[in-house]
């Protein structure tokens, strides 16, 4: 697989996570610049991704290759790098 870029998707995690954990996680792996779980804007509650930007291409490849499949909070985490958002309906 080859990144070329620093931000990362990260799936299933646990709907108690935060950004701070989440940020402490990939903190591992290398300098991490933003992290951020995504919520769901009615009930205020994760939506169980989120998005993670790392400093460098080789701290987002080393994310990628330590933290893909690893257990956060009793659930296996899935890491891949960030695709662009696809225009919405009506933009």
């Known amino acids: 697989m080859i990144i070329l870029a620093t931000k990362l998707f990260v799936g299933s995690l646990p709907f108690s996570t935060t950004s701070d954990e989440l940020r402490d996680v990939f903190a591992k792996a290398g300098e991490v610049t933003e992290a951020n779980v995504v919520m ?42 960030a695709r662009p958002q696809a225009p919405r309906e009506g933009q």
């Open 40 to 81: 769901d804007k009615q009930t205020g509650r994760s939506r169980g991704f989120g998005f993670v930007e790392m400093s460098s291409e080789e701290a987002a490849k080393k994310a990628v290759s330590e933290l893909n499949g690893a257990e956060v909070g009793g659930r296996k985490i899935f890491v891949s790098e």
